[in-house]
């Protein structure tokens, strides 16, 4: 009988630490949650400052850099999913047919497992300080829906993960975040914001500010993936336009993919080639200025 009155004793003894443990646990976590992501201007704090009509074209102070919208009509080129093992050929003729152009473009690249392709390495690495072309990341491993419903810490984890990868192979800071198929919440902001990210370029012709990112959307895109059809230069032009008539800036979002084989991923689609090429040459004989994200910022 003694026995049995111990051993349930002791039961309850240990039963009564480990509540007492798990409770210090989920207090600490929650500390840790609340002081890791306090930051002078949460992003989802205030007021956003949207600048859609053209009066309210200001500057805005993004913690201690100021984002300068441009003066002039202005072209954007985001050029999406660089990456190990994506379309190198391709890539590698649109740089060099962008950069013989002097056009401006910033590049999507997808972090994961950059260091195991050598070639994509050397050739951004190649590009990196040209002052009209930005390294930019898109997404960690580019799952669909990557960072849609991460919470604040799995996001970061995420996006850290992502940024030392460039940084180590390629080099390169990156300030401005493309989350994968343009999806992201609130608490990839607060993220964004902790690992010192100045843009996220995302959801159909955002353009507005909360906290400390920028959120500079698509305007315009030579491929519809929802229709799933390619889109025609003058097209894309034509929604350049509309953007215009309410804001200086049109990012118009381009895929390598967009103008590779059927059967064939690897190799140039020559015909759908010739579209993205007069797409540029329309560009530069607009006497437009193109710009990237960096160029939209003073720190």
């Known amino acids: 009988m003694n026995k049995t009155k111990t051993s349930f004793g002791l039961m309850i003894l240990l039963f009564a630490v480990l509540i007492i443990l798990v409770s210090i646990f989920f207090t600490n976590i929650y500390s840790f949650q609340t002081s890791f992501f306090k930051t002078t201007g ?3 704090s205030g007021v956003s400052d949207i600048l859609s009509p053209r009066q309210k074209i200001i500057n805005y102070t993004l913690g201690d850099c100021v984002f300068i919208p441009p003066e002039n009509k202005t072209f954007l080129l985001r050029i999406d999913d660089l990456g190990a093992w994506h379309y190198f050929e391709t890539v590698q003729q649109m740089i060099k047919e962008i950069d013989n152009r002097n056009l401006s473009a910033s590049f999507g690249v ?3 497992e950059l260091e195991k392709d050598k070639p994509f390495v050397k050739m951004i690495r190649s590009i990196k300080n040209k ?12 799952e669909p829906d990557e960072f849609g419903n991460l919470d604040s810490i799995q996001a970061y984890i995420l996006i850290e993960k992502g940024r030392q990868e460039i940084i180590n192979n390629l080099r390169v800071v990156p300030i401005t975040f493309i989350p994968p198929e343009n999806e992201y919440n ?4 607060i993220a964004l914001e902790k690992s010192g990210f100045k843009f996220i370029s995302a959801r159909d012709s955002e353009y507005s500010f909360e906290g400390l990112v920028a959120h500079i959307g698509q305007d315009a895109f030579t491929a519809d993936y929802y229709e799933k059809r390619f889109v025609p230069v003058q097209e894309v032009l034509s929604n350049c336009e509309k953007i215009f008539a309410s804001k200086n800036l049109c990012v118009i979002n381009i895929h390598p993919q967009d103008y590779v ?3 064939n991923p690897e190799k140039i689609d020559n015909e759908k080639y010739t579209e993205f090429l007069n797409l540029l040459d329309e560009i530069k004989k607009s006497g437009l200025e193109s710009l990237t994200f960096k160029d939209l910022i003073r720190c």
């Open 42 to 44: 949460s992003a989802t």
């Open 110 to 112: 997808i972090p994961y």
């Open 131 to 142: 002052p009209h072309f930005e390294i930019a990341q898109h997404g960690y491993t580019h």
């Open 186 to 189: 609130s608490d990839t902001l």
């Open 261 to 263: 084989q059927d059967e």
